[in-house]
């Protein structure tokens, strides 16, 4: 068990290639605006693993659903096959933990909820081409360890647990929409006496 967490530990450290550029690099990456994600999940078990199986897309559908209570618009799978210009990604590494003698004991698993987005780099834009980079924009990771029996239950409330920090962190740049006007209201009476489309 011991090496399992050194090595879930060495995957958490961010290679220096995956560092957000900096401002002078890109366009300064922030949560403010971002109201459309493409969204992952994705769950990689070690070889061999007998740890109960987790759907990804169950994942997937409690980050979209939980994102669309926040009036974010989530892009369709289909939409986001060549690229989306923002997207947020849960990915779980999960490795068995054994006994000296080989038995099952549990598991520890690298937890990491990461929100990226597509950047224009001025240093290297032209007035004939324009571009762009996807870097890291916001993210929390984190260790898990547990028995065998506890796996599933403690994967899904984690996952609860990274979406509310990335709420909290979206809602405090990102002011609620407005709520559509109604037909009766004054500002509906100027729309449609000025010609104005609702």
């Known amino acids: 068990m ?31 605006g971002l109201r459309s994600f493409g969204v992952h999940a994705s769950v990689q078990l070690s070889q061999g693993a007998s740890l109960e199986s987790i759907d990804e897309r169950v994942l997937r559908a409690r980050v979209e659903d939980a994102l ?30 054994k006994d000296t003698a080989g038995r099952a004991l549990g598991f520890a698993a690298s937890s990491c909820l990461q ?16 571009a762009y980079a996807v870097v890291s924009t916001w993210r929390s990771c984190g260790l898990l360890v547990g028995d065998s029996a506890s796996f599933r239950a403690t994967m899904v409330q984690n996952a609860d647990q990274q979406l509310a920090r990335f709420l909290e962190a979206w809602r405090r740049v990102n002011l609620p929409l407005p709520p559509p006007a109604s037909p009766g209201s004054p500002e509906a009476r100027v729309s449609m006496e000025l010609g104005f489309d609702q």
């Open 2 to 32: 011991r090496s399992s967490i050194v090595v879930l530990g060495i995957l958490l450290l961010r290679p220096p290639h995956l560092a957000a550029q900096t401002e002078a690099e890109t366009q300064r990456a922030t949560l403010t």
């Open 68 to 97: 669309r209570r926040e009036g974010i618009v989530i892009q369709s799978q289909s939409g986001v096959r060549d690229g989306s210009q923002a997207s947020l990604d849960l990915l779980y590494v999960v490795m068995q933990t």
């Open 115 to 130: 929100a990226s987005q597509m950047v224009r780099i001025p240093r290297l834009t032209t007035p004939k081409h324009i």
